[in-house]
């Protein structure tokens, strides 16, 4: 254990690092390490704790800062009433972190099935229980949620599993789908992907062609990343995710005016494609995110509608590849481990009875058309939850939260009954 305090520029920072058990459950099959910073404004000691849950999975909190300009964009605002507690989750970041390189990190050196085993305690389960562990280090007091997508599907469970330490709780894009197949989640995203896809082309008519030349290019092998991987068709599809941000369709565009053989190109898709080797859990644990008692199955692809098939111009969102592990070399190490988390028969993870009574309120954003988060399902979670405040605005996209500090403004608005629904 360590808890040191570290000075920025108009922020105090104190960093604490705890040993937990890998499994909460069974404490005998070893510990690991949770890093997070509690971050403090000036004269704001006294203020209540507010816990971020960061979006992913797979990604660490975000490094705070106010100069030369806020990281994240929103910490000044909460920092006018809060302390904020920025949690790296288990195995992101500086908390025992996981990574595909077989030499480092956990799981070096452990057969595949003893890779999955180890993944299998990386879901929103265990890392609820971080958090109260966390929390009863800082003294126990009840603490309010900042959940933003993965983050809010995180404080969902929070919700269900352990409504006792929470005074409050803040949802960004993250009232997930509770109740539901996982294939009724995908078939969902896919629609709306659909549809972003339309809605681009009729702001940018000239890329179709483009798209469809590189989609066979794709088919062909011939669309390769600067470290030499081919990029499959199902795989280029994905660079789709940035339509679901705000100013992604520029995004695009930009990379599409670029002649697909060209260094520009290679390296710009690259960066755009979401599924890579610095953040391995967003790939190895994304579907189980949606696994509410069951098997994922490779859910993304199994989903994948025949329009879809049939026309290389549509793109996907967060729909991972089901050959992703053998395109990519830096994910390849853990393709093995990746199947058998496939097959794997997930716990529950939410309770409909213990959302309906748990005496917590909720403030939440959602976002019309939301291409990770569809509201179909967020809107029927809000009515399960006992109050839950819910904004439902087509403003913003999936990423709101980090556009403008006026989303965070008024939810706490709401939460604290200032601003009426």
């Known amino acids: ?101 077989p030499d480092f990190g956990p799981l070096a050196g452990l057969t595949p099935s003893e890779q999955a085993e ?29 959940g933003q997508s993965f983050g809010g599907f995180t404080s969902v469970r929070y919700l269900s599993s352990h409504p006792e330490g929470l005074s409050g709780t803040i949802l960004t894009g993250g ?18 992907m659909m549809d972003k896809s339309e809605t681009y082309y009729r702001q940018f008519p000239e890329d179709r062609d483009r798209v469809r030349q590189i989609y066979n290019l ?24 940035v339509l679901g941000a705000q100013g992604g369709g520029m995004k695009l565009h930009e990379l599409l005016e670029n002649d697909p053989f060209s260094p520009a190109f290679r390296h710009d898709l690259a960066a755009m494609l979401p599924f890579e080797g610095r953040n391995p859990l967003y790939a190895i644990m994304h579907e189980s995110c949606y696994a509410d008692g069951v098997a994922t199955r490779w859910a993304a692809s199994r989903t994948m509608p025949r329009e879809v098939k049939r026309d290389g ?35 529950q993870l939410y309770s409909t009875e213990r959302l309906a009574s748990a005496d917590v309120p909720v403030a939440a954003a959602a976002y019309y058309e939301d291409a990770y988060v569809p509201l179909k399902f967020s809107t029927e979670t809000a009515g399960i939850l006992k109050d839950c405040r819910l904004w439902v605005t087509s403003e913003y996209e999936h990423n709101g939260l980090r556009q403008d500090a006026r989303v965070l403004d008024r939810l706490i608005g709401l939460l604290k009954g200032q601003i009426l629904q």
């Open 313 to 347: 111009t549509l793109f996907a969102g967060e729909h991972l590849p089901r050959d992703l592990f053998d395109e990519s070399s830096e994910l390849r190490p853990l393709r093995e481990a990746a199947d058998i988390l496939a097959n794997y028969e997930w716990t």
């Open 175 to 192: 009232l997930t789908a509770v109740g539901h197949p996982i294939e009724d989640v995908y078939a969902e995203t896919w629609r709306i």
């Open 218 to 241: 794709a088919r062909e092998g011939k669309i390769i990343t600067p470290n030499g991987d081919k990029v499959g068709a199902d795989r280029w599809r994905t660079v789709g995710i």
């Open 118 to 146: 180890y993944l299998t305690h990386l879901r929103a389960d265990e890392i609820v229980r971080d958090a109260e562990a966390l929390r009863d280090y800082l003294g126990g007091k009840r603490w309010t949620l900042l």
């Open 1 to 101: 254990m360590s808890d040191e305090v570290k000075l920025l520029p108009g922020l105090k920072l104190r960093e604490i690092t705890l040993q937990v058990p890998l499994d909460h459950l069974n404490p005998a099959a070893g510990m690991i390490e949770i890093f997070a910073r509690v971050v403090t404004g000036k004269d704001g000691e006294k203020r209540p704790y507010l816990l971020f849950l960061q979006g992913g999975p797979g990604h660490e909190a975000a490094r705070p800062a106010l100069y030369p300009s806020p990281q994240p964009t929103w910490l000044p605002r909460a920092l006018e009433d809060y302390q904020v507690v920025m949690l790296d989750q288990r195995g992101t970041g500086k908390s025992t972190p996981v990574s595909a390189d």
